[in-house]
T-cell receptor, first 114, second 114 residues
Framework: NAGVTQTPKFRILKIGQSMTLQCTQD?????MYWYRQDPGMGLKLIYY???????DKGEVPNGYNVSRSTTEDFPLRLELAAPSQTSVYFC?????????????FGPGTRLTVL | AQSVAQPEDQVNVAEGNPLTVKCTYS??????LFWYVQYPNRGLQFLLK??????LVKGSYGFEAEFNKSQTSFHLKKPSALVSDSALYFC????????????FGGGTRLMVKP
C-alpha cells in the first residue's frame, strides 16, 4: 500500500511553460485535494474532488486546472507558469463523504518558476 | 469564514520537559479540529482530531490535545518531549457549516534540544 504518491519530486520551469503534477492514491479514497505551501505559511487549497468526474475550486485556483477521470488519479495542470507559482505542492486524499475524516498526504513536489 | 491561528512561529523545549503548541480557531458552526506534523522534505502526517465528545483527545506518538470551546482553542501537548519530536506542526479546522474546506494554520516549528 503506497498511499499517496506524487511525481515529480522537483521541477524547474521557465516563465510561460506548462506542466502537469501527477498524483495517485491506492487507498480507494473518493476525496482528493491539491494544496500549495509557501515558505512560512500554512497550506492553501487549490482544487479538490469528491469523486471521479467531479472537481471544485478551493481558495487559490487561479492559474491551475485539474481533472479526475479515475478514482486513483488527480493531476494538477499549470498552463502558463509564473514566478508566483513557485511553491511546494501537496496532494492529499481522504475516505468517504464524511467531513470528519483525516487527510493523507503525498510527499510533495517542489516547483521553481524562473 | 473559518480561520486558524498558531501564535508561535517556534517553540523550544528541552528533552524530557512537557511541551505545548498553541492553536486557536474561528468558525461559525461546530468545529472539527486536526493536528498534523511535517518532518523535513515530507508530506503532512495526521496526529489526532477532535470531532465531538471528550475534550481531551489522544493521538499518535504520545501527543494529546485539549479542546476548549469557551477559549476556541485546541492546544497540542505532550508530557515528555523527545528530540525526534522536532518538526513543523500544523493545526487545521473544518467548519461544520462550510463544506469540505480544511483551513490550516501557519505552522509552529518545535525544537527539542537534548
Amino acid at each position: 500500500n503506497a498511499g499517496v504518491t506524487q511525481t515529480p519530486k522537483f521541477r524547474i520551469l521557465k516563465i510561460g511553460q506548462s506542466m502537469t503534477l501527477q498524483c495517485t492514491q491506492d487507498m480507494n479514497h473518493n476525496y482528493m485535494y491539491w494544496y500549495r505551501q509557501d515558505p512560512g505559511m500554512g497550506l492553501k487549497l487549490i482544487y479538490y474532488s469528491v469523486g471521479a468526474g467531479i472537481t471544485d475550486k478551493g481558495e487559490v485556483p487561479n492559474g491551475y486546472n485539474v481533472s479526475r477521470s479515475t478514482t486513483e488519479d488527480f493531476p494538477l495542470r499549470l498552463e502558463l507558469a509564473a514566478p508566483s507559482q513557485t511553491s511546494v505542492y501537496f496532494c492529499a486524499s481522504s475516505y468517504g463523504g464524511s467531513r470528519y475524516n483525516e487527510q493523507f498526504f503525498g510527499p510533495g513536489t517542489r516547483l521553481t518558476v524562473l | 469564514a473559518q480561520s486558524v491561528a498558531q501564535p508561535e512561529d517556534q517553540v523550544n523545549v528541552a528533552e524530557g520537559n512537557p511541551l505545548t503548541v498553541k492553536c486557536t480557531y474561528s468558525v461559525s458552526g461546530n468545529p472539527y479540529l486536526f493536528w498534523y506534523v511535517q518532518y523535513p522534505n515530507r508530506g503532512l502526517q495526521f496526529l489526532l482530531k477532535y470531532i465531538t465528545g471528550d475534550n481531551l483527545v489522544k493521538g499518535s506518538y504520545g501527543f494529546e490535545a485539549e479542546f476548549n470551546k469557551s477559549q476556541t482553542s485546541f492546544h497540542l501537548k505532550k508530557p515528555s518531549a523527545l528530540v525526534s519530536d522536532s518538526a513543523l506542526y500544523f493545526c487545521a479546522v473544518r467548519d461544520g457549516n462550510a463544506g469540505n474546506m480544511l483551513t490550516f494554520g501557519g505552522g509552529t516549528r518545535l525544537m527539542v534540544k537534548p
